[in-house]
């Protein structure tokens, strides 16, 4: 199953997210977000899975938190590989 | 001991708060924001676990919006000197603290003015002469919610309201109600809410925060590490990093978290109907003690749980010393860093005496330091 790695500004931020999905029955993990994916150094990333990015998102929009990006991520041998999610492409 | 000093900080602590210091010590290693290692996280996870229970406890949508502080005097100052700039204009109470009255007058060298809204002798402020101090250029109306000398409770509902209508923030200054006294930041048009932990909220000491509401631009007052956009030269705009530069108390944070919780479990207003009945009683009780003088409100008005008192002819620092040495009782003597509002009850020359009880104050307790008052007095006038 894909992971999704949504990616914000403060530890602040994903401390409430990550609680308030717990709250919901949504586990997602806390991370530092990679360096590659990082525009202004020091970001914090939640990782979860595919199906469970809506509902990410739709508690974004609720606690007015505007994520830095949304990525897919792969394994592959080299090491965890990103591709961005457009805007629309969530929820589907 | 009998301790009757709640009023500048609380004692006992609740049942865990020690421990919740303690394992914060031992086991919560981790630096929050500044690490990716798994005590670290959990550490933030700790952080914002208080201040969800703070929003909780304030009525605060978005706990995002509580910023921790180290006490109320600096949440007051990030406050006061982040919402004003050269050519505002402030409006405060005669009955401030000195950590609202200090910062105002020294804006005023930075070019900013201030009007002092002249509360009458029993402390108490008419919204109608805030209302009257507004300029165009007011940016900002600071008031203190109860008075830590008189006890006394500002009419904060009816002055929020109308700064609220005029678009002038409302900062409230909460350092004797947080904990002791319902407050609601939604309902009470609060839009800054300056606040201890050690005291009401029965943490420990060096804890504190400021709500900042959605409706104010505030500038920090310090700038540097917050674990966010660390290559940016300029202060994250997101809050709470914008006004939590540095490494946060988090032993601190995890003790004011189990006290809250607490509170939360127990009940402002179940705190309040008990801290009031010991108050009244107090105040009944000094009363009829000949030769003592009593401050602030007639007894049977609310207020919050502060008795100030001289006995005539007897220093404070003298009458707090005998009851010490008589009942081993706690309490405070002076001026409470309070100037402006020994000069409004009428106490400028001589302070006074204060006790003030808190959750965990027996009855028994306070009829003994009626006794300890009682007998100091009659030792005065029998000599």
């Known amino acids: 199953m894909a992971s999704c790695l949504v990616v914000f500004a403060s530890l602040n931020q994903v401390a409430l997210l990550k609680r308030s999905l717990y709250r919901m029955g949504v586990f997602v993990e806390m991370q530092r977000t990679p360096h590659c994916l990082s525009t202004t150094g020091c970001g914090f990333a939640l990782r979860c899975e595919r199906h469970e990015l809506p509902l990410l998102q739709m508690k974004c929009k609720e606690l007015s938190i505007e994520p830095g990006g949304t990525f897919e991520e792969t394994r592959q041998a080299d090491g965890p590989h990103y591709v961005s999610f457009n805007a629309s492409e969530l929820g589907r | ?383």
């Open chain 2, 1 to 383: 001991m009998i301790y009757l000093d709640n009023a500048a900080t609380s004692w006992p602590k609740p049942p865990g708060v020690a421990r919740a210091v303690s394992n914060a010590l031992s086991h919560a290693v981790g630096n929050p924001g500044r690490t990716s290692h798994q005590r670290a996280m959990d550490a933030a996870l700790l952080v914002q676990e208080c201040r969800e229970n703070l929003a909780q406890l304030f009525g605060v949508t978005n706990p995002l919006r509580i910023c921790f502080t180290a006490n109320t005097t600096d949440a007051l100052n990030l406050a006061i000197k982040g919402a004003v700039s050269p050519g505002d204009h402030a409006i405060c109470s005669s009955m401030e603290h000195n950590s609202v009255w200090r910062p105002l007058t020294a804006l005023q060298k930075r070019g900013i003015e201030f009007s002092i809204a002249q509360a009458d002798p029993l402390g108490v402020v008419d919204p109608a002469s805030v209302e009257r101090l507004i300029r165009p250029n007011t940016r900002l109306i600071v008031m203190i919610h109860a008075s830590n000398v008189s006890g006394t409770i500002q009419p904060v509902v009816a002055i929020g309201r109308l700064a609220r209508d005029r678009g002038i923030p409302m900062l409230l200054d909460a350092a004797q109600s947080a904990g002791s006294i319902p407050i609601n930041v939604q309902t009470m048009n609060i839009d800054l809410l300056a606040f201890p932990g050690h005291k009401g909220l029965l943490g420990p000491q060096g804890t504190g925060g400021l709500y900042v509401s959605e409706r104010v631009d505030l500038q920090p007052l310090k700038e540097g590490g917050t674990g966010s956009e660390s290559n940016n030269p300029q202060q994250p705009a997101c809050y709470p990093d914008r006004m939590e530069s540095g490494t946060l108390n988090l032993p601190g944070i995890a003790g004011l978290n189990q006290s809250v919780r607490y509170v939360l479990r127990r009940g402002v207003e179940a705190i309040a109907r008990r801290e009031t009945r010991l108050t009244q009683r107090l105040l009944r009780g000094l009363a009829n003690i000949k030769g003592v003088t009593v401050y602030g409100p007639a007894l049977g008005v609310e207020r919050a749980p502060v008795v100030s008192f001289n006995i005539h002819g007897i220093d404070p620092v003298h009458v707090a010393a005998a009851l010490e040495k008589r009942a081993d009782i706690a309490c405070r003597p002076g001026w409470h860093c309070a100037g402006l509002a020994h000069r409004t009850i009428g106490t400028a020359e001589t302070g006074t005496v204060r006790l003030s009880p808190g959750p965990f104050t027996r009855t028994a307790e306070i009829e003994n330091a009626l006794t300890a008052v009682a007998d100091a007095a009659r030792e005065v006038y029998k000599s």
